[in-house]
């Protein structure tokens, strides 16, 4: 257990259905993270917020939504989405996004397994 | 941004030693991390490395070379339950991103 969970564990969706992931930590993290991880390629970072508010959006198409209530939650909301993003969608946390503490490492969940079909 | 570079697969028998390289080219530099990952799970943090030398945490360990972009995970005595995906990946100087090789799939043979 890393602290962080998300469901479900397994989606499959047509391409004109709409779904969301949910991400919750407890570990009193301020950063929380959206990645695709795909067969054999590095983790692709997709969304980053720091205290709710996004600092980062990696070019990911408008199909993926993100949204973050509060520090502890974030979601992943999908709609008319291609077979091409079926993958592994990973959230992970971390304590602050700057390096002023000597690790600060993200802590990931066990991730979505996404079939699009 | 980074470009992250390690082997695909490796194979070693229980009880062996295996080493993994990454190497990086990074327009700055602010840590190297090493991820362990089992199938259908999370990523696991192993190890941080920031200046150069080696970090030692039981049975694995990392070097760093940052003149040379590069860094190996070092797993001795191996046992069954270290089959897995390890992940090298590099935080950016200038801001708080991390890049992450597509991974290095450990197999441990009895």
């Known amino acids: 257990e890393t602290g962080v969970t998300q469901t479900p564990r397994h989606l499959v969706m047509g391409m004109t259905n709409k779904k969301s992931l949910k991400c919750e930590q407890h570990l009193g993290h301020n950063a929380m993270y959206w990645y695709k991880q795909s067969a054999k390629k590095p983790l692709e970072l997709m969304f980053v917020?720091?205290?709710?508010?996004?600092?980062e959006n990696n070019s990911v198409p408008s199909r993926f939504s993100p949204e973050c209530p509060n520090s502890s939650h974030l979601f992943l909301h999908l709609h008319t989405l291609q077979p091409e993003d079926s993958a592994l969608y990973l959230c992970?946390?971390?304590?602050?996004?700057?390096?002023?503490?000597?690790?600060?490492?993200?802590?990931f969940g066990p991730g979505t397994r996404l079939t699009v079909l | 941004g980074q470009n992250i570079d390690q082997p695909t697969e490796m194979t070693a028998t229980e009880g062996a030693i295996v080493q993994i390289n990454c190497t990086y080219q990074?327009?700055?530099?602010?840590?190297l991390f090493w991820y362990q990952q089992h199938a259908g799970e999370a990523p696991t943090f192993l190890s941080y490395n920031v200046l150069d030398g080696l970090e030692e945490k039981g049975r694995f360990s990392s070097f760093l070379s940052r003149s040379k972009g590069y860094s190996y995970l070092l797993l001795k005595e191996l046992q069954m339950k270290d089959s897995a995906s390890y992940l090298c990946?590099?935080?950016?100087?200038?801001?708080?991103?991390?890049?992450f090789g597509a991974g290095t799939t450990v197999t441990v043979r009895a």
């Open positions: 990946a590099v935080r950016d100087l200038n801001d708080y991103k991390l890049s």
């Open positions: 992970a946390s971390s304590l602050n996004l700057a390096g002023d503490f000597p690790y600060n490492e993200q802590f």
């Open positions: 917020y720091n205290f709710k508010e996004q600092t």
């Open positions: 990074t327009s700055g530099f602010n840590g």
